[in-house]
């Protein structure tokens, strides 16, 4: 069964991605991107999928797992328009500067 919803479509083929987008979502998001606590048997996500689907789909794409101050750019620049992160921020020292820290990317 799909994930897929008009609000969103979580997808870690390109083929979920197509069908996000063939409903009606708002946004993709792929991922894990990274080696994730908050979801560790997450399989890994390529880069090139946020390429892909910023090419082929027209939607805005969230990269999300594993994310951190660190290895963000790397995932902005394979075209990732949003930024889901749980661990880096919360797991701060300075949660609020943290958060700061990841808009100063945008």
Do not use: H
Request: charged share 15%.
């Amino acid at each position: 069964t799909s994930t897929c919803s008009r609000s969103g479509c979580p997808a870690a083929t390109g083929s979920a991605a197509t069908e996000g987008a063939e409903i009606g979502a708002d946004y993709i998001a792929f991922g894990a991107m990274f080696p994730s606590t908050t979801k560790p048997n997450a399989p890994p996500a390529p880069f090139d999928l946020i390429t892909r689907a910023k090419r082929e789909l027209g939607l805005p794409v969230a990269a999300i797992g594993g994310i951190t101050l660190a290895n963000a750019a790397q995932v902005l620049a394979a075209g990732a328009d949003l930024l889901a992160v749980v661990s880096d921020v919360f797991g701060a020292e300075d949660p609020v500067a943290r958060a700061a820290a990841y808009r100063a990317l945008f």
